[in-house]
């Protein structure tokens, strides 16, 4: 079967788990010096031996942790047994396989034995927490004693074209934005959460948090630019059913890869997000 750029099926096939993986990935490559820095700036008081990250994806911050902590075995789990298979592949590319270990898990469900360790991390992960405060006194639980809990949340899909793009459509990006906005506001109830007191509540101590914008203009990176391709179809995908006729007939525009509007071929994308990290101590 074959799809036309124009069919929305098209863009729903493409932003499956694939299409999700492929996004962690690319934003993995785009922003692993904005990880590398959240990671520098831990207020761990000794490198962490066991460390587990919660929600894993594709592997963003097992390997950023890794890299950070040499000593260190990463447990990383995730829902997503491709996701988890993806993982795997890396460390082996990598040549670091005995140092993970993958989890398939419900972090909804039951918990499994995650042993104790002494630093977890979670990326993107709590505002997906069907009851997060539970979730949060979990990992207050396993936690070793004096372990960190390192939360990080992202503000919501990253910008990258201009205000007055395109041209026959000025301001598409931000009626995608404020469609997903409206949808996500009774699916997402924890996004944009101030986690600060609720991990006090849970019986942390908060020993730092910090905010990171990124603001990369005019980027002539590829991997930039198939970023805002994947981003932007899963934008479409999520709104398709609210944005007019010539929203879309835009967005499949600068979707079509080989089209006179296609993303790939524009020079003045840039790449506009947001994150909030917590550093919480089991005290």
């Not at 899909?157 to 000025?170: G, H, I, V, W, Y």
């Not at 101030?194 to 990171?212: H, K, V, Y």
Request: proline fraction near 5%; aromatic fraction near 4%; charge should be negative.
């Amino acid at each position: 079967m074959t799809f036309s750029v124009h069919d929305p099926a098209h863009h729903a096939d493409r932003c499956g788990v694939e299409g999700q993986a492929e996004i962690l990935d690319l934003d993995a490559e785009v922003l692993a010096g904005h990880t590398a820095s959240i990671t520098a700036w831990l207020p761990v008081k000794a490198s962490p031996r066991q460390i587990l990250d919660l929600g894993c994806g594709t592997g963003t911050g097992t390997f950023a942790l890794l890299a950070r902590f040499p000593e260190a075995h990463v447990t990383a789990v995730d829902s997503s047994v491709r996701h988890l298979h993806r993982v795997r592949e890396k460390a082996c590319e990598a040549k670091v396989a005995d140092r993970v270990s993958i989890v398939q898990a419900d972090l909804n469900a039951t918990w499994p034995n995650l042993g104790e360790p002494d630093l977890v991390w979670a990326s993107a992960a709590l505002h997906h927490m069907a009851d997060p405060d539970d979730t949060l006194r979990r990992v207050h639980d396993t936690l070793a004693p004096g372990g960190l809990f390192a939360v990080v949340e992202l503000a919501g899909f990253p910008r990258f074209l201009p205000d007055d793009a395109p041209m026959d459509q000025p301001g598409l990006e931000k009626r995608c934005h404020t469609a997903i906005d409206r949808r996500h506001a009774g699916q997402l109830l924890h996004r944009g959460t101030d986690w600060g007191p609720r991990l006090t509540a849970a019986g942390f101590t908060i020993e730092g948090e910090r905010t990171i914008t990124v603001n990369i203009e005019h980027s002539h990176c590829e991997t930039v630019g198939r970023y805002a391709l994947c981003s932007l179809r899963s934008m479409r995908t999520a709104a398709a059913d609210v944005l007019s006729v010539d929203d879309l007939l835009a967005l499949d525009q600068l979707l079509e890869i080989d089209g006179p509007h296609s993303i790939l071929g524009r020079d003045d994308l840039a790449l506009r997000t947001e994150r909030t990290v917590w550093a919480a101590r089991r005290t």
